[in-house]
């Protein structure tokens, strides 16, 4: 049969000789719709007919030309040619991929399907394999392709006998045109054809015989012989289903003749061996032959007396090619849909809520979580769009913003609180027993968005994060312990950065500028380059230069040196761990610094930086940019140093480039979140991070929610919230959630002092009105604070089973009077979700009002008159006090070009004011500042307010006296 082929074609795989070692070939192929060459408005099949009479001379003198087969071929391809137009209209860069893994010498097959996916439309690349490829090596391919996103179809051009269990199940299903994987045969034999894909030869057998030669099926006779596999069923159920009566035989069966006088038709599976005769075949018997072997053009028509009824050898490979194109349109029709938003399926989990409530612990462990894998399908996610961590957290790839970047965002919410006492109020727990409550018990679509807790409060004195009671992520201590490590990539960023600084300054001190140039710029192999990051910092410089040798002796000094001053170094040593004694140091005492030493300390990992880049960022691109311009300390001219110009960037991306992903996890009630960053929000910006947020708003739909939490009272974590998130992220909030309990607010009423592992005082447990009613103060304040930037406020009152009936009135009734849209009782913590329906109806409602938001200051202003406007019009402050230090750096970042930044003011969570003991609405005060320190990195000036410190310590008893593991079941005993 390649004899026949027209001169004009040519073959798009030059194969390796047999017995050579395998290797692959790939072989894209253009996809032109028309024009020049084979792909022209006749195509492959204007080229075919001017050989189509030494065709049929060859295997049927009797036939006549096939106008009806060329018909059929070219109907498939213009509607596969049309629709594929229809879907690129609104999708103008989608163009399906064809990819068909050939192992062995079949240049003919190639050629029909390069010129048949050039008139529809579709690219097309081989993958050549040697001919005596091993089934593992074939496999190996398969894979490769399965997992490639970039490829919509995949077919086999392999030998019969290569197409093993193995193989077959090596397959997606959803690329598997050839409609030859289980899944796609049980589903065409079940009757759901539309929902698989059929095998194009045996649907080109059935489409010749109805439409070429004008067979009405019905009560016909069918003999499929020598078929095996695959295209045996799925011949046999196709003409069943047309009312056919099939036999399906073998070569060797016995009274094969009997079984050839009985068929109407006959359908040839493989080659007709020599010793059956030709006679058994009766006269005007229509045969079809879709043997592998024809198909592949490997043998000719040997049967000159067999009547073919006006079919050739070529018509069923020929249209098999064109239906299999028809099959790919329908893979990109069908993977355009996935790429769209899609309602959730969603299967929530239910729950039985016991009394009195367990522990945490023992309520995460009672509920068995759903694979995180059928999650993510649940609400809408690809298979490739997560990457599994062990059964119950998976990464999030950032590739679904671009999939989903024309779907419209959901409602956002943001869940804030009151000042809280030492104990927490539960912005986590009322966050997940609202999102509970609106997909669980409303069934729409919701997301909650946390942060990841550090380790600093869970081996501390507060414990984990993950909510409480019956509203809680899950598995708690999965949550709360390492979760998929991105604290501790923050950890090993950030002190590879901080030895960087340090090694600089040693190397510096110790060596001439010729010598530290040499280094920096060695001779490898004969060749010294710079490298990127090097000729980054070059250019910073104006030296516009390339090849290391040709500096001046005054240019390699000023790249070789930073000439970092040390009292200006603001980067310090992390750890995840409350470790009071790090929060002064002296580093360098061994004699191998040379005598370089300086002071130093420590700060809590969640208070790097890079954490608040990490939470900021909105691409990966986005975050190396921020890690570069990191500003560590500044030069002895003034001039800030960054980690560009340290030559470290590219290495922190590296440590990063897996913590960018936020993490996927689960409610008690199956609903998903997203646990993301985790900056505190006393010292840092107190959110999680802007790519959970976006990347949530996608998956909802434009009827669902985000509720994301911001930490602490509205007077930090929210002020932030708005301030610095949304100016990063250019989301526009909806409502604010402001989470109180009657236990807080009888503490900012004059009530006792709170403490950590110590009883609460029967004010706490008994009602008292007068108590809850002063300590309203700070909840009217807290809504107030809301309603300067312009979004509705409501109340989520936190209810305690000690709360009694008339406190729980008074504080809804107090708060709406004070402006809140509305306040609601909430019980999520006993009962799940049931327990927040009323808040997930009022927060529903609330959203629809128009958004008025607006930010509380413009960052162009100077950095004093910001830090001023927040401590007066959010804290209530009457002035600031600005230390000597503080006004020093103020004016350096000012001199250096930072003063356009927003503010993070790190003060103490536990009142208005700077004093922690200052409850309820403190007033008249003056709030000091005694130090101003700058990320630039992730984009805001953060003044320090009185004595924060920026690493926690222990208490007393802290929480791991509780915590151990079960060695015999390695369950962890202990977590809050």
């Known amino acids: 049969m390649s004899a026949r082929l027209p001169c004009v074609l040519r073959p798009f795989c030059r194969l390796p000789p047999p017995r050579s070692p395998p290797r692959r070939l790939r072989v894209p192929c253009r996809a032109s719709g028309g024009g020049g060459g084979c792909g022209g408005r006749e195509g492959l099949l204007g080229q075919r007919r001017l050989q189509d009479g030494r065709s049929r001379s060859s295997c049927s003198p009797g036939s006549r030309a096939p106008p009806v087969r060329d018909s059929i071929v070219r109907e498939v391809i213009q509607n596969s040619k049309e629709v594929l137009s229809l879907l690129q209209e609104k999708n ?43 089934e593992d090596e074939i496999v190996d391919e398969i894979l490769k392709i399965s997992e490639d996103i970039t490829v919509h179809g995949l077919a086999l051009q392999i030998s019969e006998n290569s197409f093993s269990n193995k193989v077959l199940n090596a397959l997606k299903p959803e690329k598997d045109v050839d409609g030859v994987t289980d899944v796609n045969l049980g589903k065409l034999v079940r009757g759901d054809a539309p929902e698989c894909f059929v095998s194009p030869v045996a649907k080109a057998v059935i ?51 009997s079984k050839f006088h009985e068929a109407d038709i006959v359908v040839l599976g493989s080659p007709k061996p ?30 000159p007396g067999a009547h073919f009824s006006g079919l050739t050898e070529e018509d069923v490979s020929v249209l098999a090619a ?11 029709r069908r993977w355009l849909r996935e790429q769209q938003h899609r309602s959730w399926r969603l299967h929530c989990l239910k729950l039985q809520p016991l009394s009195p409530v367990p522990s945490d612990i023992e309520i995460s462990r009672g509920q068995t979580p759903k694979a995180v894998n059928v999650l993510a399908k649940e609400i809408g996610l690809l298979a490739d769009e997560i990457e599994i961590y062990g059964r119950n957290k998976a990464k999030v790839r950032l590739s679904v913003l671009e999939r989903l970047k024309n779907q419209a965002d959901g409602k956002y919410v943001l869940v804030a609180g009151i000042t809280p006492t030492p104990l927490g109020e539960g912005k986590s727990t009322v966050t997940v027993g609202l999102v509970q409550a609106l997909t669980a018990h409303l069934n729409i679509n919701s997301f909650a968005c946390l942060r990841q807790p550090s380790q600093g409060p869970t081996f501390g004195v507060k414990g984990g994060a993950a909510g409480g009671g019956y509203a ?51 001779l490898v192999n004969a060749v010294r380059e710079f490298s990127e990051i090097q000729l980054a910092r070059l250019k910073k410089l104006g030296i516009n230069k390339t090849d290391p040798s040709t500096l001046t002796e005054e240019e390699m000094c000023r790249f070789a040196r930073l000439n970092i001053d040390p009292p200006t170094i603001t980067w310090q040593r992390v750890l995840d761990t409350n470790d009071r004694f790090l929060r002064k140091i002296t580093i360098g005492q061994a004699s191998t610094e040379k005598g370089y030493s300086r002071q130093a300390q420590f700060d809590i990992a969640v208070a790097s930086e ?27 001219g003034g001039q800030p140093v960054t980690a560009d110009d340290l030559g470290v960037t590219g290495a922190l991306t590296v440590l990063m480039k897996d913590a960018i992903k936020p993490n996927l996890m689960q409610t008690l009630e199956g609903t998903p979140v997203f646990v993301h960053a985790g900056p505190f929000a006393n010292i840092a910006h107190g959110n999680s991070s802007v790519l959970a947020d976006k990347i949530a708003l996608k998956l909802v739909g434009e009827e669902g929610f985000v509720v994301t939490e911001a930490g602490f009272g509205a007077d930090i974590g929210m002020e932030k919230f708005f301030n610095i998130k949304c100016r990063a992220s250019g989301l526009v909030p909806n409502v604010v959630v402001l989470v109180a309990t009657v236990r807080a607010l009888k503490m900012h009423g004059g009530g006792p002092s709170v403490t950590a592992g110590v009883p609460l005082k029967k004010e706490y447990t008994e009602e008292n009105i007068q108590l809850v009613a002063d300590g309203c103060c700070n909840l009217q304040k807290q809504i107030q604070i809301a309603q300067l930037f312009g979004v509705p406020v409501v109340v989520a009152l936190n209810v305690f089973k000690t709360d009694t009936r008339a406190e729980i009135d008074l504080v809804c009734e107090l708060a709406k009077q004070a402006g809140a849209f509305d306040a609601v009782p909430c019980y999520h913590w006993s009962v799940g979700g049931r327990g ?14 128009r958004s008025r938001f607006q930010f509380l200051y413009e960052v162009q202003l100077p950095i004093v008159k910001k830090i001023r406007t927040i401590a007066q019009a959010v804290y209530g402050a009457k002035d600031i006090e600005l230390s000597p230090e503080a006004q020093s750096k103020i004016d350096r970042y000012t001199q250096q070009g930072f003063g356009n930044l927003p503010i993070c003011m790190a003060k103490t969570h536990l009142s208005l004011s700077h004093q922690p003991d200052k409850k309820g609405v403190p007033r008249d005060f003056i709030l000091p500042i005694s130090d101003v320190r700058a990320s630039i990195g992730a984009g805001f000036i953060y003044p320090l307010v009185g004595t924060m410190s920026t690493m926690p310590g222990l208490p007393t008893r802290p929480c791991f006296y509780d915590i151990d593991l079960d060695t015999d079941t390695e369950q962890v005993k202990g977590l809050f």
């Open 92 to 134: 103008p860069a989608f163009k399906p991929v064809l990819a068909i893994i050939q192992a062995g010498e079949d240049h003919l097959m190639q050629e029909i399907n390069q010129n048949l996916a050039e008139e529809a439309g579709l690219n097309i690349t081989h993958i050549c394999l040697p001919p005596d490829s091993s």
């Open 836 to 849: 927040s329906v009323d808040l997930a109806w009022a927060v529903r409602e609330a959203a629809s009002q």
């Open 610 to 636: 890079i954490m608040a880049v990490l939470a900021l960022t909105d691409s990966l691109t986005d975050m190396k940019e921020r890690l570069g311009r990191m500003v560590v300390a500044s030069d002895k």
């Open 274 to 303: 020599e010793e059956i005769p030709l006679t058994w075949i009766q006269p005007g018997t229509t045969v079809l032959n879709c043997s592998h072997e024809f198909l592949s053009g490997k043998v000719g028509c040997d049967s």
């Open 322 to 332: 064109a239906l299999r194109i028809q099959n790919m349109v329908s893979s990109g």
């Open 207 to 257: 489409e010749l015989l109805e439409k070429s030669v004008g067979v009405n099926l019905d009560g016909k006779k069918i003999l499929v012989i020598g078929a095996h596999g695959t295209l045996e069923a799925a011949i046999q159920c196709l003409f069943q289903r047309r009312g056919s009566m099939t036999m399906s035989s073998q070569w060797k069966t016995p009274q094969l003749q």
């Open 472 to 522: 809680q992520v899950i598995p708690m201590e999965e949550f709360n312990l390492h979760l998929t490590g991105d604290i501790h990539a923050i950890t090993a960023a950030n002190n590879l950065l901080a030895a960087a600084i340090d090694t600089r300054i040693l190397h510096e001190n110790t060596q001439t500028d010729k010598a530290l140039y040499n280094r920096l710029v060695p």
